[in-house]
């Protein structure tokens, strides 16, 4: 029993390491544009995921099928809306963070993922009606206090940090409106539509196809390695765990991503920042107390 639960948690932390670690392969193929970057990421994907579903999941796909015909066309609308917003603004997400880790800073991309859980949960709160705990309001107080020290450092990097984690947070948002669908086969959807979304700037910053074997390599790795495998592993943790556990996991992803920063990439730090950050550090430990609680009363 022990063994089969720490399957589970073990699949639950490695998608975080593995998208802490992101930072090392987009580094390696900075020359190349952000959106040439992401749109192939995206087509290795989509080939990927929909082999994936032909071949060992054609049982999820035809019931998501009979679910969407017996949807009211009211419904099936409102499905295919939230679908596209949803699309949008996952490679909103991808696209803001691929620039911000080659063009901004690395330290702006890991701050943006220990802000998104907390605007998440703001979010949540403004569009989903969901209750706020007062320990929670002190949190996102304390959380808003450090993007504001962290601003008057450097109000660039705070602000692409802002905009990748809204993109996350508003996602995570929108697809827990959607109910009912296999999220593995909702995500090759996504996918087709975010190729679709990225086509126009492809064309129009027309560039050479690649031929680099190097950069071939690196797009494969970052599309299987760091986008299928992660996600299949977060959907088998949360057959094992319940979701509120892993959501706290999520916070290796910004550790693992500062600590690439700063001792891979040797990127520095001042006082001000430090001390920013252990006020967001400490406002993450408020938000998530209760919860931190209820995990630890479990394991004993």
């Not at 949360?238 to 891979?264: D, E, W």
Request: one cysteine or more.
């Amino acid at each position: 029993m022990a063994d089969s639960k720490s399957k589970y948690f073990i699949a639950g932390i490695v998608p975080y390491i593995i998208w802490g670690t992101m930072s090392i392969p987009l580094r390696n193929i900075k020359g190349f544009p952000p959106h040439e970057i992401l749109y192939y990421r995206i087509f290795i994907s989509i080939i990927v995921v929909w082999a994936t579903i032909f071949l060992f999941r054609k049982e999820a796909l035809k019931n998501d099928l009979n679910f969407l015909k017996s949807l009211s066309a009211h419904k099936k609308t409102r499905l295919l809306l939230l679908t596209v917003v949803s699309s949008f603004l996952i490679t909103g997400n991808w696209f803001t963070y691929i620039y911000a880790v080659n063009s901004v800073s690395l330290r702006s991309a890991a701050f943006a993922y220990m802000v998104c859980p907390l605007l998440t949960a703001l979010c949540g709160f403004i569009i989903l009606k969901e209750q706020l705990t007062k320990a929670k309001i002190i949190a996102l107080i304390i959380a808003f206090i450090s993007i504001i020290l962290l601003a008057t450092g450097s109000l660039h990097e705070v602000m692409w940090a802002i905009i990748i984690a809204s993109f996350y947070a508003l996602y995570v948002v929108v697809l827990k409106v959607i109910k009912d669908v296999d999220k593995f086969n909702f995500l090759g959807v996504q996918l087709i539509l975010s190729g679709l979304m990225m086509l126009p700037f492809y064309f129009v910053n027309a560039a050479p196809f690649p031929t680099e074997t190097f950069f071939w390599l690196h797009i494969l790795l970052i599309a299987i390695v760091f986008t299928i495998v992660p996600l299949f592993l977060n959907s088998y943790a949360l057959l094992g765990m319940p979701s509120s556990a892993l959501g706290i996991l999520i916070y290796l992803n910004p550790i693992v991503a500062f600590t690439v920063a700063f001792f891979y990439f040797k990127e520095k730090i001042d006082l001000h920042q430090f001390f920013a950050n252990l006020l967001l550090l400490l406002s993450i430990v408020i938000f998530n107390a209760q919860l931190l609680k209820s995990v630890v009363y479990k394991k004993q």
